[in-house]
């Protein structure tokens, strides 16, 4: 069935430390990919999405590449400050059952200390 | 913008109790869908609606109703709650006709059953 893989957490760094989340799926079809943030004590937020293979989201630093021949979708951003902590998931839109359907990660926690 | 609304932000809950939380949109998004968030799981579907009169059962339906009837609402019904629904729950929206499923997240409740 579909599902996603994402890097298991949580990940500590330095502000300014070059962040990267790692990101693969499983699916059939052509799904849409999206990363998703949570801060503390909220609700879910679109991070950025990509439709099609070679789109590259990008959004707040962060970016992410659609990579069909890896079944990827890395997150990266170069320099992360402290409000950059939280819980990133990454997602896939189930191209086989209804539209509307999210896919998630199990999500990653990201700490950045001053 | 209100968004996507979710009651109670909080509950306790008795074993054998029944509650029924609350969702409504704003942005006559037609899909809505509930989610609930464990830790090291990720985010998994409970149930969905494609529009109002319409609802279908995601990963993990047992234990849990739900019903639409208008667009705006789609509230989730613990019939006998259990200490394996303690769980974190968002109700999310998207309007996936339009080609990309950007889904909007409620705030979410966080419940507790002992």
């Known amino acids: 069935g579909n599902s996603v893989t994402q890097m298991e957490g949580p990940v500590t760094l330095s502000e300014e430390a070059f962040l990267t989340i790692n990101c693969t799926y499983t699916?059939?079809?052509?799904?849409?990919l999206f990363w998703y943030v949570q801060y503390p004590g909220e609700g879910l937020q679109l991070l950025l999405k990509?439709?099609?293979?070679?789109d590259k989201g990008s959004n707040k630093g962060f970016e992410a590449t659609y990579r069909k021949e890896t079944t990827s979708f890395h997150l990266e951003k170069g320099s992360v400050q402290v409000s950059d902590s939280a819980v990133y998931f990454c997602a896939l839109s189930d191209p086989g059952g209804s539209q509307g359907n999210l896919i998630f990660g199990k999500g990653t926690k990201l700490s950045v200390k001053p | 913008n209100a968004g996507v609304t979710q009651t109670p932000k909080f509950q306790v809950l008795k074993t054998g109790q029944s509650m029924t939380l609350q969702c409504a949109q704003d942005?006559?998004?037609?899909?809505m869908s509930w989610y609930r968030q464990d830790p090291g799981m990720g985010l998994r579907l409970i149930h969905y609606s494609v529009g109002a009169g319409i609802t279908d059962q995601g990963e993990v339906p047992n234990g849990y109703n739900v019903s639409r009837s208008t667009t705006e609402d789609f509230p989730l019904r613990l019939l006998s709650a259990a200490p394996s629904q303690t769980s974190v729950y968002f109700c999310?929206?998207?309007?996936?006709?339009?080609?990309?499923?950007?889904?909007?997240f409620g705030q979410g409740t966080r419940l507790t059953v002992v």
């Open positions: 942005m006559n998004h037609e899909y």
């Open positions: 699916a059939t079809g052509y799904p849409s």
């Open positions: 990509a439709t099609k293979a070679d």
């Open positions: 999310a929206s998207s309007e996936p006709g339009q080609g990309v499923t950007e889904a909007f």
